[in-house]
Nanobody, 124 residues
Framework: QVQLVESGGGLVQAGGSLRVSCAAS????????MGWFRQAPGKEREFVGC????????YYANSVKGRFTISRDNAKNTVYLQMNSLKPEDTAVYYC?????????????????WGQGTQVTVSS
């Protein structure tokens, strides 16, 4: 398994932007598809988006499509989530996750490794 550490969360006003990062350990980062999920208090973990091993395939939840962008740098073992036009309903703990599956997936149970999460708070 790969170890994941998120960073870059914080407090931002509605309409603002924030980029969170997820650094992975190990030398096989490029063999993992990566996903971003979020969980707000009292709610279930929600799929945000995912990116294929090569970075070519990207898929997003409808709630963030057009506002959030996922990218990865395999040379730096890092995946990013750029969040623009943030809304108060985007407030949550954001988690990155890694899967050995060939196909990208939006199902949390299909991911083998998870980070500890980073808090993103959007004020109105």
């Amino acid at each position: 398994q790969v170890q994941l550490v998120e960073s870059g969360g914080g407090l931002v006003q509605a309409g603002g932007s924030l980029r969170v990062s997820c650094a992975a350990s190990g030398r096989t980062f490029s063999s993992y598809a990566m996903g971003w999920f979020r969980q707000a208090p009292g709610k279930e973990r929600e799929f945000v988006g995912c990116i294929s091993r090569s970075g070519v395939g990207k898929y997003y939840a409808n709630s963030v499509k057009g506002r959030f962008t996922i990218s990865r740098d395999n040379a730096k073992n890092t995946v990013y989530l750029q969040m623009n036009s943030l809304k108060p309903e985007d407030t949550a703990v954001y988690y990155c996750a890694a899967t050995n599956r060939v196909a990208v997936t939006n199902i949390p149970g299909n991911y083998e490794s998870w980070g500890q999460g980073t808090q993103v708070t959007v004020s109105s």
